[in-house]
């Protein structure tokens, strides 16, 4: 009894060493949802409220917004040519049907490892529900994520590539470890932000707990600018943080001493999703915004030369299954 327990042992442990050595080396197949994802909510400039339903979708088609509440339903692909704004969020279009601030839902797909998904939308933009990524991720991860038959190809950046306006940039190197890593600083003038700076190296899990519930921001003080240009008509305190003059509105708090450039990172996640392709690359961003992140998104397109289209990379850090951890069992494969 003893031994055949511990031969099954030892067959779990192989299994998982298995699935280990499968997502360090292995090829990464695309992915999309296992089931089909419902919800609505406010637009946060348009004020409008809009049905969603995200649906799986076939490999290599990527990310498409559908608007079912226009004539004919027009398809808006979540690709750089498509982009028709960046100013204080990211619109998307087509022959004049628009999707805009869909960066945050742009950047859950990309966190996650979603490939291709269909987004309906029976409206002109992207609820904001609670002013970050987490809504989507909780319902990602509930459904599930399914495996796909073609593998994953990622943009691997070869040569530096450098975006920037003023004193904005963002700087675009070689990765450091095959994966993607993002070091961001932001420079506020207001002493409530001042300077923040994040770096991490990229996997799922760093996505999920880090950055993916880093909410939205903005000042009291534009608030009357941004609605007399017809911007955050949806705004509030449940899907923002607003900063006043020397503290935030909000009650609850926030949720990172640096939530804002935590935002600021899920933001850029978002807008380079929409090169169709994961990066492996270093992304060093320097006060940067939409604007400026489309603008590097645009460059790389523009810079073939300076990186190569290629399979194998593994996008997930390693992590040792848990169940090996504390068993010494390393040492005995
Ligand atoms: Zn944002």
């Known amino acids: 009894m003893f031994l055949s327990w511990c031969n099954y042992l030892n067959y779990k442990i192989l299994l998982l060493w ?5 997502f360090k080396n292995g090829m990464k197949m695309q992915q999309t949802i296992k089931d089909a994802i419902t919800f609505s909510g406010i637009g946060l400039h348009t004020g409008c409220r809009v049905n969603v339903t995200i649906l799986p979708a076939p490999e290599d088609t990527g990310v498409t917004f559908i608007r079912k509440d226009l004539p004919g339903s027009p398809a808006i692909k979540a690709v750089a040519s498509n982009v028709v704004a960046t100013s204080y969020a990211t619109t998307l ?7 805009s601030t869909v960066e945050h839902l742009l950047a859950a797909f990309y966190g996650l490892g979603v490939d291709n998904a269909v987004v309906e939308l029976d409206g002109p933009e992207a609820p904001i529900m609670d002013g970050s990524a987490s809504f989507f991720i909780e319902r990602i991860d509930a459904v599930g994520r399914k495996r796909q038959t073609r593998p994953r190809r990622y943009i691997v950046i070869k040569k530096p590539i450098k975006v920037f306006d003023r004193d904005k940039y963002v700087l675009l190197l070689p990765a450091l470890d095959n994966a993607l890593t993002i070091d961001y600083n932001i420079d506020f003038s207001h002493s409530f932000i001042a300077r923040q700076s994040f770096s991490r190296m990229f996997s799922r899990d760093v996505f999920r707990h880090e950055v993916g519930s880093a909410r939205t921001f903005g000042f009291l ?11 955050a008509k949806g705004g509030s305190l449940d899907n923002a943080i607003v900063i006043g003059e020397t503290d935030i509105l909000n009650e ?12 600021k990172v899920l933001d850029m996640m978002g807008d ?7 990066l492996i690359a270093r992304i060093v961003a320097h006060r940067s915004g939409h604007a400026l992140n489309y603008e590097l998104v645009k460059e790389i397109l523009q810079r073939p030369n300076a990186w190569e289209l290629a399979e194998e990379f593994a996008m997930e850090a390693p992590t040792i299954p848990q169940a090996l951890v504390g068993m010494g069992s390393l040492a005995l494969i």
């Open 252 to 263: 609850e708090g926030l949720r990172y001493p640096d939530e804002f450039v935590r935002h």
């Open 18 to 22: 298995h699935d280990y050595c499968f």
């Open 93 to 99: 279009g087509v022959n004049g049907s628009t999707v």
């Open 221 to 231: 003080s534009d608030v009357e600018m941004l609605k007399a240009n017809g911007l």
């Open 272 to 278: 380079v999703s929409i090169l169709g392709y994961p």
